[in-house]
């Protein structure tokens, strides 16, 4: 498990600056909640994270070390909003898996005996088969292209895509924004259940407090480019310090009490 460090994060788009000086820490093995309106800048900070997003300063730290001197994959990956747009439409599902698992996946013989094309191929098979059925997708389907799936599904193959490259972080970018109501509950419910059983920490981009307090064990909240409140996801939403955050929630929409749904005036 690792933690995700964001040490005075600073996105300039020419004179415009989109984040200034955020800093943030998300422990190994949690999931935090990053909120704000339209514009705020959570889902630019996302990206800066991944490199997607001009860093005019700042540093990001995965386990301690500087992410971006990493050789290699990068130890963060990020599930975009919209799963018709993050796979390639050319591509079937499965070699979209296949391409984000790692070279060495599976290999155990040393660096003088490399592994026959065939065995290799049956290994990483054999992983995207894994990481299709971890996400709920029958391995049978792998030669499908996108637009034989739902939406929900492209969702959860996006999703298995990530998980391939066994990152340390996930950063998940509105990923339920896109979905009818009827599917966004059982794509939360298998990225709770799956970051808990691989235990990676989670950056959880949302502009839906219900869902960012049911997957989250901190909320961070930002207005205007920066970093305004952060803490235990109870505590923030239940007694918010900013005037940001105490916004966020009253805009929140509220039932009627059965009482007042039976009146006539209601």
């Given at each position: 498990?690792?933690?995700?460090?964001l040490r005075?994060i600073?996105?300039?788009?020419?004179?415009?600056?989109?984040?200034?000086?955020?800093?943030?820490?998300?422990?190994?093995?949690?999931?935090?909640?990053?909120?704000?309106?339209?514009?705020s800048?959570?889902?630019?900070?996302?990206?800066?994270?991944?490199?997607?997003?001009?860093?005019h300063?700042?540093?990001?730290?995965?386990a301690?070390s500087?992410?971006?001197?990493?050789r290699?994959?990068?130890?963060?990956?990020?599930?975009?909003?919209?799963?018709?747009?993050?796979?390639?439409?050319?591509?079937?599902?499965?070699?979209s898996?296949?391409?984000?698992?790692?070279?060495?996946?599976?290999?155990r013989?040393?660096?003088?005996?490399?592994?026959?094309?065939?065995?290799r191929?049956?290994?990483?098979?054999?992983?995207?088969?894994?990481?299709?059925?971890?996400?709920?997708?029958d391995?049978?389907r792998?030669?499908?292209?996108?637009?034989?799936?739902?939406?929900?599904?492209?969702?959860?193959?996006a999703?298995?895509?990530?998980?391939?490259?066994?990152?340390?972080?996930?950063?998940?970018?509105?990923?339920?924004?896109?979905?009818d109501?009827?599917?966004?509950?059982?794509v939360?419910?298998?990225?709770?259940?799956?970051?808990?059983?691989?235990?990676?920490?989670?950056?959880?981009?949302?502009?839906?407090l219900?869902?960012?307090?049911?997957?989250?064990?901190?909320?961070?909240?930002?207005?205007?480019?920066?970093l305004?409140?952060?803490?235990p996801?109870?505590?923030?939403?239940?007694?918010?310090?900013?005037?940001t955050?105490?916004?966020?929630?009253?805009?929140?929409?509220?039932l009627?009490?059965?009482?007042?749904?039976?009146?006539p005036?209601?």
């Open positions: 498990m690792s933690s995700l460090e005075g600073t996105v300039r788009y020419g004179r415009f600056t989109a984040v200034e000086n955020v800093d943030l820490l998300v422990p190994e093995g949690t999931v935090t909640g990053l909120i704000g309106g339209s514009g800048g959570k889902s630019t900070l996302g990206k800066a994270v991944v490199g997607l997003a001009p860093m300063s700042g540093r990001v730290l995965v301690g500087d992410a971006g001197r990493r290699g994959r990068s130890p963060v990956q990020l599930v975009f909003q919209n799963p018709y747009a993050s796979l390639d439409p050319r591509m079937t599902i499965g070699a898996v296949a391409e984000a698992v790692p070279r060495e996946t599976g290999s013989e040393p660096p003088a005996r490399k592994a026959p094309a065939r065995e191929r049956a290994v990483r098979e054999a992983e995207v088969a894994r990481y299709l059925e971890l996400v709920g997708i391995p049978a792998a030669a499908l292209t996108p637009d034989a799936l739902s939406g929900g599904q492209r969702q959860r193959v999703l298995a895509r990530a998980l391939a490259a066994r990152p340390a972080v996930l950063i998940a970018d509105e990923i339920t924004s896109a979905l109501v009827s599917v966004q509950g059982a939360l419910n298998l990225l709770r259940r799956l970051q808990r059983e691989l235990g990676f920490a989670m950056l959880f981009i949302s502009h839906n219900a869902v960012v307090r049911y997957v989250s064990d901190q909320v961070a909240v930002m207005d205007g480019g920066h305004v409140e952060c803490g996801t109870d505590r923030v939403l239940e007694h918010s310090e900013h005037p955050t105490r916004n966020l929630i009253s805009c929140l929409p509220t009627p009490s059965p009482e007042e749904a039976s009146c005036d209601h």
